[in-house]
């Protein structure tokens, strides 16, 4: 006959049991997702940052935009992560506000250095910063959605890749348009002969 303290042992390992299961996250997903979460928050604590400096009443609009954003996505990945179902918010899609008219070639400028003090702080390098924050979480969210095997967390974190490609996007045409981020082209004589280095194929039909 078993004992009561038997019992209850055996319903408390059922219970770890099944919470794993339904989690079924791997180790190496779990160090990932944890990596994920902290760059999250670190992109978002800097935020907090830049935005006591920044002077540009269009730029602190679209800090603030892209933060509260960030901030639902945040609470989103967190919820499939500690429960390995389906959010009670699902990912959403970000839409950026500005043109995606593009300002080609360079203007000559002031060589730039590292500030010497807080007071150096501008628009063009606060944007910049933002613009590093959102690139990087693209890059680590796409290498971690490649390893993850839990269905929920990787579709969820796959589906977040796109509007950091998007609030990058929208970061590099506010400096563009401001002349921060400027973009040299090829002559046209080379554009051309990059652009016909390649032809299509004929498809030959399904390879056995």
Known sequence: MQQPNQVNEMQQNNQMSNGLQGHNHGGHELFDAHEVIAGIISMLDHYQLYEQHVKDDELKE????????????????????????????????????????????????????PNQSVSELSDKGLSAYMLSQTKSLASLLTMTALEMTNPVLRRVVADSVPNFIEQSYEIFLYQNKHGYYQVPQLSAQDMNAMLQSYIPVQQQGTLQ
């Open 62 to 113: 679209m800090l603030q935009r892209q933060s509260s954003f960030v901030t639902t996505m945040y609470n989103t990945i967190v919820q499939s992560f500690q429960t390995g179902q389906d959010p009670m918010i699902p990912t959403q899609k970000y839409e950026m506000t500005q043109s995606n008219e593009v300002v080609y070639g360079i203007k000559p400028g002031m060589p730039k250095k």
